[in-house]
């Protein structure tokens, strides 16, 4: 059962108010989220490097970012000669609108339980309704719906901006973005396969029933580093932040913007990181699961959402603190020969494991044939790429001599 | 009512965009034009309680194709001033004009076929689905339903269309291999390039 109870018994006024307070709620806490996101960040980078970080503005500098917004605003709106101008101003926003309206799908709280039923909602003025703004029926795929569209804002914004840095990050944004996109959807996929549903509402309610029904462990936490390695590649997060590599491209696709609408920009990916951080919850550590122990109940969820987001949002910061940045060559065989191949034999085996549910086939015989399986694609692959490698090399030798020198 | 509403705002979205893919005059342009006659369409089909199909809409051609268009017109560096001054080929324009009223006719004879066959059936996407006997129709909102029934339908009714339209894949994503590594050893720029377009391609089709 999917869709919101709110609008099960028809639509009146009241139910569109609470949508209306759930929409802008969401709306705020996520500026807030962001907010807090980058001061996170600043301050925790410098913790790990050995700095100060910022403390001026308000406690530990708490308002640093509020103060960076302020200048933002006040910061004078610059376009390039050369930019286009219709598709400069279009790039910002669809960057923007694609990171709020991804986050609509994440359940932020609410009590689940293992047993079906309604689940995971609350009563908000007399309304029951769940926590999250929408569940619509793609559910899961509304995410990468988004992301696949975001990658527009990025491209556009470093075509329009008529100069040379910006569309080399653009080009390696998208390129980037596409590669790393199939590997994200295919470990979308292995939870939707577990979980049985597409709704993150169902995805949820599928893990309430303790810490071994997490979709972490029940589709082999192989699944879960595919996706946390792929969303931070579409993050364009460190070490895969090729995109705007400083050293090389200045500031990437956004190196032509200014003003509000660089903070556009820079909302948008924070608020991405935010997101995906969420999203991870959702898909493979229960979402808002956790133990509910005295006073209002209905808060209890939220919490352990919270501190599970926050969980994530370490971790990426501290990737950012720990790991160097991967070359471009690097990044794609990754992408290609790793993990798209790994994934691709990680889904075959799940569903042969849900397909020896049904039937009833014996365990051992399951395991043993992927594992037979698994050797000789592993083989093939392994040959393919020694062929690939070889071909490579002579290809260097005849057209670059100059450029691989440095390279073996 | 409010059904005739986003019929008519979406199929202004399609129409513009559209008109606007053809009268563009930079292909960027163009490409963003079609991107947003996809849009329309998406929302079409959700309109018609097809919410999967609508995704994956966005997903593959939003999300991928035109990005390949882009990707390339970048790469290829055709995005100012298309140069389209090469004069017309002889009788090209009335060949167009009659080919393009064909080609009305044609559509206009198509619709009026499926209205007759359909009228008073209760929607394609359910009759071809076999969602009509299966008693999922109890309740609209449960769309697991309708996935495996899509699901169902592709992989035993259309199973052998379905595997060799993915063998069709295969072979243009060798074909295009083999047709960049081969231009490629000219130049050593051009290679890069082709090579990554083609690996782009592929990701396209991984993603259908």
Redesign the interface.
């Known amino acids: 059962?999917?869709?919101d109870p709110l609008f099960a018994d028809g639509v009146d006024w009241g139910d569109i108010a609470v949508m209306g307070v759930k929409v802008v709620v969401a709306f705020a806490a996520l500026l807030v989220a962001t907010m807090f996101m980058i001061w996170f960040e600043r301050k925790l980078i410098s913790d790990m490097q050995h700095r100060i970080g910022p403390n001026v503005a308000g406690p530990w500098g708490l308002l640093q970012a509020f103060a960076d917004g302020v200048k933002f605003f006040f910061k004078e709106d610059l376009r390039p000669a050369n930019a286009?101008p219709?598709?400069f101003r279009l790039a910002p926003y669809i960057s923007a609108v694609t990171a709020f309206v991804a986050f609509a799908i994440v359940p932020v709280g609410g009590v689940f339980a293992a047993e079906p039923g309604r689940q995971g909602t609350v009563t908000l003025f007399g309304k029951e309704t769940i926590l999250q703004v929408a569940d619509?029926?793609?559910g899961i795929?509304?995410l990468?719906?988004m992301s696949?569209?975001a990658?527009?804002g990025v491209?556009?914004a470093g075509?329009s901006s008529g100069s040379k840095y910006p569309?080399i990050g653009?080009?390696r944004a998208?390129?980037q973005a596409?590669?790393y996109?199939?590997a994200l959807?295919m470990s979308v996929v292995a939870v939707v396969i577990v979980a049985?549903?597409?709704?993150t509402q169902?995805i949820v309610a599928s893990q309430a029933g303790g810490v071994n029904t997490w979709l972490l462990l029940t589709t082999g936490i192989v699944p879960f580093l595919v996706f946390l390695i792929s969303a931070t590649a579409e993050l364009n997060r460190p070490p895969f932040d090729l995109v705007e590599a400083e050293q090389e491209l200045v500031g990437g696709f956004h190196t032509e913007y200014s003003s509000i609408r660089f903070a556009l920009f820079f909302l948008a990916e924070f608020m991405n990181v935010i997101t995906m951080s969420a999203i991870m919850v959702t898909l493979f550590f229960g979402g808002p699961a956790g133990p509910v122990f005295f006073g209002w109940t209905w808060l209890w969820p939220t919490v352990w959402f919270l501190a599970k987001v926050v969980a994530f949002l370490f971790m990426f910061v501290w990737f950012r603190a720990t790991l160097p940045r991967l070359r471009y060559d690097q990044l794609?065989s990754l992408g290609?020969k790793v993990l798209?191949p790994v994934m691709l034999f990680w889904l075959m085996f799940l569903g042969l494991v849900q397909l020896a549910g049904v039937q009833g086939w014996n365990r051992i015989w399951v395991f043993i044939a992927a594992a037979i399986g698994f050797a000789l694609g592993w083989a093939l692959l392994a040959a393919a790429l020694r062929a690939a490698k070889r071909n490579s090399v002579d290809?260097d030798v005849?057209?670059?001599p100059t450029?691989t020198a440095g390279r073996s | 009512m409010v059904e005739v509403a986003v019929f008519a705002v979406a199929a202004a979205a399609c129409l513009v965009g559209a008109i606007g893919v053809v009268l563009s005059r930079n292909p960027v342009h163009a490409a963003l034009m079609l991107v947003m006659t996809l849009f329309g369409i998406a929302v079409l089909f959700v309109a018609q309680q097809a919410h999967f199909i609508a995704a994956v809409q966005v997903i593959v051609y939003a999300g991928a194709i035109v990005v390949l268009f882009l990707f390339v017109i970048m790469l290829l560096g055709v995005d100012r001033a298309a140069e389209l001054s090469m004069g017309a080929l002889p009788a090209q324009r009335w060949t167009a004009a009659a080919f393009g009223l064909g080609g009305a006719a044609v559509l206009i004879w198509l619709v009026a076929a499926v209205d007759r066959l359909f009228k008073g059936a209760k929607s394609l996407a359910l009759e071809t689905a076999g969602l009509t006997d299966a008693g999922a129709g109890s309740d609209p909102t449960d769309y697991v339903a309708d996935v495996s029934a899509l699901a169902r339908s592709l992989f035993s009714d259309y199973v052998y269309a379905f595997e060799l339209t993915s063998l069709l894949l295969i072979v243009a994503v060798i074909g295009t291999v083999i047709l960049a590594r081969r231009s490629g050893y000219g130049g050593s720029q051009h290679n890069g390039n082709a090579s990554e377009a083609a690996k782009a391609e592929t990701s396209s089709e991984a993603g259908q």
């Open positions: 059962m999917t869709g286009d219709l598709v619509p029926p793609v795929l509304l990468l719906a696949s569209v990658v527009y491209m556009l075509w569309l653009s080009v998208s390129a596409i590669s996109e199939a959807g049985g549903s597409l709704s169902s794609m290609w798209i290809d005849e057209a670059l450029h």
